[in-house]
């Protein structure tokens, strides 16, 4: 399932190391997640579901739901999709609710909660997280940007098509050469620290509580926080949506373009954005057959760049259609296509059935601002947006004056946008605590200005639509 050969991408896998599942041996890469490893190695159940006991396996690979949880070295509920592999490791499969570990009454071992101080803590490392911290760093704060994943880049890591847009923006680079270039200058800037494999659990009055993945929690008291925690993957309801083999795209994406390892033979994508789109590509670009793209309007909604590289490889893009049901014994075999009447319901006898082994779910996201709402930012559920969305001024400041926020946490678009907000976000919160100058409000005012000229298309009257619902 490793891919050897790709026509851009280049895999570094490190050491060998191994670790084990059920007490037999797994080979893996140092670099390499729990789930990756073992989704090369063939399993597709990771564990079953508390209730029902229904197969559940790999879906969105950045650490937002709970279909990989397992237990690791006794510890229940790790989500393997972002904890790396360690040699001797041991891994178990899950089944209904976990038990917590029995100490069998020896002492526990707590360790006293760990304690920092920063002028700003940036959540999450995307694009939007990146742009921050370098804005807030440049105007002389001291920064701190943790992130729950194994890296630092967010959307970016996995992105090999190239941008659109203006030179300043990325244009003319690839994802992947844009997050080089950010992540390089945050962990060479002096005034940043950073924190990898690291949730934010909690944000309170001047205190933010982090917890290193199965080690240890901390405490960073701070006098600004910027939320750039990204968004999740949207689900579609049809029967047996849950089963293994049913995954998100930007889910398959990190397994091939990340860690190179191929998500399955035969694949059909539903959903035909700029998202199903590229991902549709890439996949064939990984010698993965995709037999079609499903898609219920009854057009293509993304660029057309993208939408003639798939025409190009003679894959159907079936428009007015959706996925009904997919079949399998624990795991994907054949997805069932359907028609849509203008109700948008499928219509009875137009059923196709296809052999596949994967099917993508490229329909969309949803902003995570479950630390927003915790904080008690004041959150609009706006649809053009996404879903829950905090409410904000010009700046990205929430209606709390020490929380800002920035990229898809505040509303879904895309990676030139979030990094143009990151650095509003970032430039603000400084000026905010007496960090910067006329330097940064150059910043805020250039990226403003190239926020609206972006947003000046007709591929944005939605958003701007929601945006303006949203402004403080």
């Given at each position: 399932m490793r891919i050897e050969d790709h026509p851009i991408l280049s895999f570094d896998r490190g050491n060998k190391i191994t670790f084990y599942y059920e007490d037999e041996p797994v080979e893996a890469y140092e670099g390499e997640t729990i789930a990756a490893a073992l989704f090369n190695k063939g399993l597709r159940e990771f564990r079953k579901s508390c209730e029902k006991k229904r197969?559940?396996?790999?879906?969105?690979?950045?650490?937002?739901?709970?279909?990989?949880?397992?237990?690791?070295?006794?510890?229940?509920?790790?989500?393997?999709?972002?904890?790396?592999?360690?040699?001797?490791?041991?891994?178990?499969?899950?089944?209904?609710?976990?038990?917590?570990?029995?100490?069998n009454g020896t002492e526990s071992d707590v360790k006293q909660i760990e304690e920092e101080k920063t002028d700003i803590l940036v959540i999450g490392?995307?694009?939007?997280?990146?742009?921050?911290t370098l804005a807030a760093a440049e105007a002389g704060a001291d920064v701190i940007i943790a992130d729950e994943n194994p890296f630092l880049g967010g959307?970016?890591?996995?992105q090999t098509h190239k941008f659109f847009g203006s030179v300043k923006g990325g244009a003319g680079k690839r994802g992947i050469e844009i997050k080089e270039e950010l992540v390089d200058k945050v962990k060479n800037h002096e005034k940043v620290g950073v924190k990898v494999g690291t949730s934010a659990v909690g944000i309170y009055e001047d205190t933010v509580g982090l917890y290193k993945n199965l080690e240890r929690f901390q405490k960073v008291q701070c006098d600004r926080v910027i939320v750039a925690t990204g968004a999740s993957e949207k689900m579609l309801n049809f029967k047996n949506n849950d089963m293994p083999g049913v995954y998100g795209a930007g889910g398959v994406q990190t397994l091939m373009n990340v860690y190179g390892i191929k998500p399955g033979d035969d694949l059909v994508m539903v959903g035909a954005g700029n998202v199903g789109l590229i991902v549709a590509y890439q996949l064939l670009q990984a010698k993965v057959n995709v037999k079609a793209i499903v898609e219920a309007l009854d057009k293509i909604g993304g660029y057309y760049v993208h939408a003639a590289k798939i025409?190009?490889?003679?894959?159907?893009?079936?428009?007015?259609?959706?996925?009904?049901?997919?079949?399998?014994?624990?795991?994907?075999?054949?997805a069932v296509i359907a028609e849509l009447d203008e109700e948008f319901n499928p219509i009875e006898g137009t059923e196709e059935k296809m052999d596949v082994d994967v099917v993508a779910l490229a329909i969309g996201l949803s902003p995570d601002y479950k630390l927003l709402h915790q904080a008690g930012c004041e959150l609009k559920y706006v649809p053009r947006l996404g879903g829950y969305v905090p409410l904000r001024d010009e700046n990205m400041k929430t209606s709390r004056d020490d929380i800002y926020v920035a990229g898809d946490a505040s509303?879904?678009?895309?990676?030139?946008t979030a990094m143009l907000e990151g650095s509003?976000?970032?430039?603000?919160?400084?000026?905010?605590?007496?960090?910067?100058?006329e330097e940064e409000k150059k910043i805020?005012?250039?990226?403003?200005?190239?926020?609206?000229?972006?947003?000046?298309?007709?591929?944005?009257?939605?958003?701007?639509?929601?945006l303006n619902e949203v402004m403080r």
């Amino acid at each position: 399932m490793r891919i050897e050969d790709h026509p851009i991408l280049s895999f570094d896998r490190g050491n060998k190391i191994t670790f084990y599942y059920e007490d037999e041996p797994v080979e893996a890469y140092e670099g390499e997640t729990i789930a990756a490893a073992l989704f090369n190695k063939g399993l597709r159940e990771f564990r079953k579901s508390c209730e029902k006991k229904r197969s559940r396996g790999f879906f969105c690979a950045i650490g937002k739901c709970s279909s990989c949880l397992m237990r690791v070295d006794g510890v229940p509920n790790v989500r393997t999709c972002v904890t790396m592999v360690k040699e001797e490791m041991e891994v178990e499969k899950q089944s209904g609710y976990p038990s917590i570990p029995n100490e069998n009454g020896t002492e526990s071992d707590v360790k006293q909660i760990e304690e920092e101080k920063t002028d700003i803590l940036v959540i999450g490392g995307g694009p939007a997280g990146l742009k921050a911290t370098l804005a807030a760093a440049e105007a002389g704060a001291d920064v701190i940007i943790a992130d729950e994943n194994p890296f630092l880049g967010g959307q970016l890591i996995k992105q090999t098509h190239k941008f659109f847009g203006s030179v300043k923006g990325g244009a003319g680079k690839r994802g992947i050469e844009i997050k080089e270039e950010l992540v390089d200058k945050v962990k060479n800037h002096e005034k940043v620290g950073v924190k990898v494999g690291t949730s934010a659990v909690g944000i309170y009055e001047d205190t933010v509580g982090l917890y290193k993945n199965l080690e240890r929690f901390q405490k960073v008291q701070c006098d600004r926080v910027i939320v750039a925690t990204g968004a999740s993957e949207k689900m579609l309801n049809f029967k047996n949506n849950d089963m293994p083999g049913v995954y998100g795209a930007g889910g398959v994406q990190t397994l091939m373009n990340v860690y190179g390892i191929k998500p399955g033979d035969d694949l059909v994508m539903v959903g035909a954005g700029n998202v199903g789109l590229i991902v549709a590509y890439q996949l064939l670009q990984a010698k993965v057959n995709v037999k079609a793209i499903v898609e219920a309007l009854d057009k293509i909604g993304g660029y057309y760049v993208h939408a003639a590289k798939i025409q190009r490889f003679g894959v159907p893009v079936l428009t007015g259609h959706t996925i009904k049901e997919v079949l399998g014994d624990n795991q994907v075999h054949k997805a069932v296509i359907a028609e849509l009447d203008e109700e948008f319901n499928p219509i009875e006898g137009t059923e196709e059935k296809m052999d596949v082994d994967v099917v993508a779910l490229a329909i969309g996201l949803s902003p995570d601002y479950k630390l927003l709402h915790q904080a008690g930012c004041e959150l609009k559920y706006v649809p053009r947006l996404g879903g829950y969305v905090p409410l904000r001024d010009e700046n990205m400041k929430t209606s709390r004056d020490d929380i800002y926020v920035a990229g898809d946490a505040s509303g879904v678009e895309e990676a030139t946008t979030a990094m143009l907000e990151g650095s509003i976000a970032g430039a603000s919160a400084a000026l905010s605590i007496n960090r910067g100058g006329e330097e940064e409000k150059k910043i805020i005012k250039d990226a403003k200005d190239d926020l609206e000229q972006l947003r000046n298309s007709p591929y944005y009257e939605e958003i701007m639509k929601g945006l303006n619902e949203v402004m403080r």
